[in-house]
């Protein structure tokens, strides 16, 4: 199988068949974006006091006055005390976000009162300022107060959701095939992000955007490996990492529809339809070359191959029986019965433990994932507050991705992937132990600093996809990108938590980043370069990677991971490697 990248050589690296195939699927990578940023809105909490007992007939704050609320919204903040109320029947009450006093004895309606008091809770009943925000789930469902804590757990299901899709589903599609999981994901995607705005109750939505969140992250996972598989040496840098481009993209739909439409669940069916085109054509994908064959299935890629040559206006020449050495050929015949007779060996996480050296280039590997998500968080939730118009700052937080994913290809075709991932955390690890040491009043060098330090970090973890592709053989490779997507959901968990450490010292959040960006970097360099070598498709070729020519010939010792119970199935797991 190591001159299936021949094909590329044969019928182009990028022609027209993998060009259609290619936006088409990064297309619908859009609709992930879309759906992890979706709750910023959904979930948002305007100014809310609790609800007059009665009608209210004049308004007092501070020294601002009324005879709604509407009047005093603009001026309103939590801190600065209660709004003071004058009601139909002559009765005053202090209204707060979580509770409501009625003065007892009052003569005058002054905003001062130093009088006797009666505090009542709110009964769950408040008023929302909807001069930004008409409805969102917290204004329908009154998440606020003692319900607070459920608006800010959906987002946090939604990540556990995204960390279960991408081990779950990297899994499968190495077992049933990238084209099957794409489809299945894709229409999951447009169900349940439809389903989301009609579920009608606070855990009918947490659970349907837990659904949501699996399958968005295992399409994600699996387009990933599938564009990898249908593109050639020359061209898959810049087709993987535009994969996150379109995913920058999704953020700026959802600022952009968020801005437009400020009723939530008018705004998540527009999210959800925006790439229901998709669904009109997605069922056309055929499978990746690379997975058929190292399944076996010659005559499936065989007809493949002929689509291509026809579709890129070449001659249907290519034969796979080209795309395999004579050494394999001859195993092939000799085998053909003992691979009917022992079942095929089922893959596991454990079998990118394989051997040692497999072993530290996964830990490496998760790492970086880990790190990369880890420092955005902490690097967006720790910096400067840009204030202005919120939903220009979310567009733009989409934008500003691009730069970077541009830059992380340039280098990574020009030095190579070890050559751009590992100076970036190294840079951004310096950057880090640099904010600690500059003083508080030289505030634009600190956030010069702080965007250096988030730069370099998008650029590591905008090629990490990438570079584990490249990493893992067919066989393991979208459990690979899976494991890794799920270390990587990890990060964006402990991320906020790190941030909290601020309290402790402002600077300990960027320490920490620092030093584990530092240390990963420096370990990322044991990594080997992928740069120019084609895709592998046993374990023994991936462990071969970076090994001089004679270490090459001479297979690493395996570490036994797998039970004993399992030792058919390895022996079945190694004739299908002979096999393709």
């Excluded at 990248?5 to 195939?21: N, V």
């Excluded at 499978?287 to 191959?305: I, M, V």
């Excluded at 034969?319 to 394999?328: A, C, R, Y």
Aim: aromatic residues 12%; charged residues 15%.
């Amino acid at each position: 199988m190591k001159y299936v990248e021949r094909i590329f050589d044969e019928l182009g690296h990028f022609k027209r068949f993998q060009a259609c195939l290619y936006f088409a699927a990064v297309f619908q990578s859009i609709a992930c974006g879309i759906h992890y940023l979706a709750s910023v809105f959904l979930v948002e909490t305007p100014k809310f006091l609790c609800e007059s007992p009665e009608n209210v007939t004049d308004v007092l704050y501070g020294n601002h006055s009324g005879t709604v609320l509407e009047d005093i919204w603009p001026y309103f903040r939590p801190d600065n005390g209660p709004v003071v109320v004058l009601t139909a029947s002559g009765e005053q009450w202090e209204l707060n976000q979580c509770r409501r006093a009625l003065r007892i004895n009052s003569s005058g309606f002054e905003y001062q009162f130093d009088g006797n008091k009666t505090v009542y809770s709110c009964m769950g009943k408040f008023v929302f300022d909807n001069s930004e925000i008409q409805l969102s789930i917290v204004t329908d469902w009154g998440l606020v107060c003692e319900k607070e804590w459920l608006a800010k757990l959906c987002q946090p299901t939604f990540m556990l959701g995204v960390l279960i899709g991408a081990l779950v589903f990297g899994d499968i599609a190495d077992r049933v095939g990238r084209r099957p999981i794409l489809m299945l994901t894709s229409l999951c995607q447009f169900g349940f992000g439809v389903t989301v705005a009609f579920s009608g109750n606070y855990y009918f939505f947490v659970v349907l955007r837990f659904l949501l969140a699996m399958v968005s992250s295992g399409y994600l996972v699996v387009v990933f490996v599938y564009v990898t598989e249908f593109t050639g040496i020359k061209v898959r840098t810049w087709t993987s990492m535009h994969v996150h481009a379109a995913f920058a993209v999704g953020i700026m739909v959802v600022a952009l529809v968020g801005y437009l439409v400020r009723v939530w669940w008018i705004y998540q069916i527009i999210l959800s339809l925006s790439t229901f085109p998709f669904l009109f054509f997605c069922w056309k994908f055929p499978e990746t070359p690379f997975y058929l064959l190292a399944k076996g299935k010659y005559q499936e890629a065989q007809e493949l191959l002929d689509t291509i040559a026809r579709f890129n206006g070449l001659p249907t020449t290519l034969k796979v029986t080209d795309l395999m050495d004579m050494e394999t050929d001859v195993l092939l015949a000799k085998d053909t019965k003992l691979d009917e007779e022992k079942p095929e060996k089922k893959l596991s996480i454990l079998d990118l433990f394989g051997t040692w050296k497999m072993a530290g280039r996964t830990l490496t590997v998760w790492s970086v994932w880990f790190i990369g998500s880890l420092g955005y968080y902490v690097f967006s939730l720790g910096s400067v507050n840009l204030g202005g118009n919120q939903y220009i700052n979310l567009f733009l937080a989409g934008a500003v991705e691009l730069p970077s994913y541009l830059i992380g290809c340039y280098a990574m075709d020009r030095v190579g992937r070890k050559k751009t991932c590992a100076p970036s955390l190294l840079l951004s690890g310096i950057a880090c132990m640099l904010i600690i040491v500059i003083p508080k009043d030289i505030e634009v060098l600190i956030i010069i600093l702080s965007m250096t330090g988030k730069f370099a970090i998008a650029i590591a973890f905008g090629l990490i996809y990438l570079y584990t592709c490249e990493l893992y053989p067919t066989i393991i490779r979208s459990l690979a990108v899976g494991s890794g997507s799920m270390m990587c959901r990890v990060g964006s968990v402990v991320a906020p938590f790190c941030v909290y450490l601020a309290d402790l010292w402002i600077y300990l959040p960027q320490l920490i980043v620092g030093i584990l960006a530092f240390v990963i970097g420096i370990l990322t360099l044991m990594l080997p370069e992928t740069l120019g070598k084609p895709l592998t498709n046993t374990l023994e070729e991936a462990a071969a990677l970076g090994s001089s020519p004679s270490e090459e010939s001479q297979p690493e010792e395996k570490v036994e991971m797998q039970p004993s119970s399992h030792a058919d199935g390895h022996a079945g797991g190694h004739v299908d490697q002979l096999k393709v």
